[in-house]
Structures are given as structure tokens and as C-alpha cells.
């Protein structure tokens, strides 16, 4: 009866592990789908309000790249990942040459290469450096 009783409990723990493990999976999963595929609009380049330009970030974790819109082209880049550290390689672009945007293009591009830190909170997303000085910040789309 006692083998009985601690064999019953046992496997009673044992599932209730197994679920609390799988629940966690399940919320650690559901964190990464909140960031992938998600459109931020860029808000700010260092402080400075750009809204109105439309610059764009989307992150596909499947594939480690951002894309987005960078002020004339489209851009594409990688990134390495591991929780709230992250570093972008050197991005790829279209060709397209516009006169009145090159220098924010070049601008945004430069600063992401800066990222080393990602940090989202409610529907913002901030970039930052190692020294945790926020380069760029971008809000989620609708």
C-alpha cells in the first residue's frame, strides 16, 4: 500500500514538472512571436524626431534579417540574436539614389550597425549602444 501511495505521488509530480516546463516553452515561444514579424515605424535617429519620413524595421527570427523602408531604398539586413543582445551586420539596399534623403539613409543604416542592445516595452522598441544610449526608437505598427 505505502509503494502503492509514493508511486502515485510520484508520477502526480512528475506531471505537474512536465506541465510548468511546457508552459514556460509555450510563454518563451510566445515572446519571440510578439517581436517577429512586427513592424516598427522609426521614431527618432538619436533624439531627433523623424516620424514623418516613414522609415521602417520588420525582424524575421526565422531567417535572422530586418528589413524595412530606409528613407529612399529598401534594406535588408542580418543580425545575431540572444535575448536582449543583438548586433546587425552590414546592411544590403536597393540602388536607388534619392538627393533629398541620402544623408538620413546613410544615417539610419549607420546607426543599426551601432546596435548592440534591443529593448522593447509596450509598443516601442529602443536600439541602443553598449553605453545603453538609445540610438534609434520606433513604435509598432497597427
Given at each position: 500500500m505505502k509503494h502503492l501511495i509514493t508511486t502515485l505521488i510520484s508520477i502526480a509530480l512528475l506531471f505537474n514538472c512536465k506541465t510548468k516546463n511546457e508552459?514556460?516553452?509555450q510563454q518563451s515561444n510566445t515572446?519571440?512571436?510578439e517581436f517577429s514579424k512586427v513592424k516598427f515605424y522609426i521614431t527618432t535617429l538619436e533624439k531627433e524626431?523623424?516620424?514623418e519620413k516613414k522609415l521602417s524595421i520588420v525582424f524575421d527570427e526565422d531567417n535572422k534579417t530586418a528589413s524595412g523602408f530606409s528613407?529612399?531604398?529598401?534594406?535588408?539586413?542580418?543580425?545575431?540574436?540572444?535575448?536582449?543582445?543583438?548586433?546587425?551586420?552590414?546592411?544590403?539596399?536597393t540602388k536607388i539614389y534619392c538627393q533629398n534623403t541620402d544623408k538620413l539613409e546613410k544615417r539610419f543604416l549607420?546607426?543599426?550597425?551601432?546596435?548592440?542592445?534591443?529593448?522593447?516595452?509596450?509598443?516601442t522598441i529602443y536600439l541602443k549602444n553598449n553605453n545603453k544610449e538609445t540610438l534609434i526608437t520606433g513604435i509598432r505598427s497597427q
Amino acid at each position: 500500500m505505502k509503494h502503492l501511495i509514493t508511486t502515485l505521488i510520484s508520477i502526480a509530480l512528475l506531471f505537474n514538472c512536465k506541465t510548468k516546463n511546457e508552459s514556460i516553452a509555450q510563454q518563451s515561444n510566445t515572446k519571440s512571436q510578439e517581436f517577429s514579424k512586427v513592424k516598427f515605424y522609426i521614431t527618432t535617429l538619436e533624439k531627433e524626431n523623424i516620424a514623418e519620413k516613414k522609415l521602417s524595421i520588420v525582424f524575421d527570427e526565422d531567417n535572422k534579417t530586418a528589413s524595412g523602408f530606409s528613407g529612399c531604398n529598401s534594406y535588408i539586413i542580418k543580425y545575431t540574436i540572444d535575448k536582449d543582445i543583438i548586433s546587425f551586420e552590414y546592411p544590403g539596399t536597393t540602388k536607388i539614389y534619392c538627393q533629398n534623403t541620402d544623408k538620413l539613409e546613410k544615417r539610419f543604416l549607420s546607426l543599426l550597425t551601432q546596435v548592440k542592445i534591443k529593448e522593447i516595452k509596450n509598443n516601442t522598441i529602443y536600439l541602443k549602444n553598449n553605453n545603453k544610449e538609445t540610438l534609434i526608437t520606433g513604435i509598432r505598427s497597427q
